[in-house]
Nanobody, 126 residues
Framework: QVQLVESGGGSVQSGGSLRLSCKASGLRFGDLNMGWFRQAPGKQREGVACISWSGDTTYYAAPVKGRFTISRDNAKNTLYLQMNSLEPEDTAMYYC???????????????????WGQGTQVTVSS
């Protein structure tokens, strides 16, 4: 059974930082592209960042490029998202998922990914 468990969310002030983690089990983590997504109340889910199975390729959505860094540790079956210079517009529930293409397609079609966890809430106050 595939399980993705996100953690690390919280409440911070604008300009602050958080590091999200996603612990995966029940899948061949090291063989799969992974992605971070977010959904704010009343908005559609959007792609934030993705990383190839090897970690060699990453892609970031325009709103987070230069502020967020995605990484993975295949030995620990864990995906990370380092978020710096957080803005109130980053407030959302953050999810990890697996198996989709890593690139602009991740942003255009988040449904290409699978295995959505329960999410972790990020709240940024001004």
């Amino acid at each position: 059974q595939v399980q993705l468990v996100e953690s690390g969310g919280g409440s911070v002030q604008s300009g602050g930082s958080l590091r999200l983690s996603c612990k995966a089990s029940g899948l061949r983590f090291g063989d799969l592209n992974m992605g971070w997504f977010r959904q704010a109340p009343g908005k559609q889910r959007e792609g934030v960042a993705c990383i190839s199975w090897s970690g060699d390729t990453t892609y970031y959505a325009a709103p987070v490029k230069g502020r967020f860094t995605i990484s993975r540790d295949n030995a620990k079956n864990t995906l990370y998202l380092q978020m710096n210079s957080l803005e109130p517009e980053d407030t959302a529930m953050y999810y990890c998922a697996y198996g989709g293409p890593c690139g602009l397609a991740m942003v255009l079609n988040p449904s290409g990914y699978r295995g959505w966890g329960q999410g972790t809430q990020v709240t940024v106050s001004s």
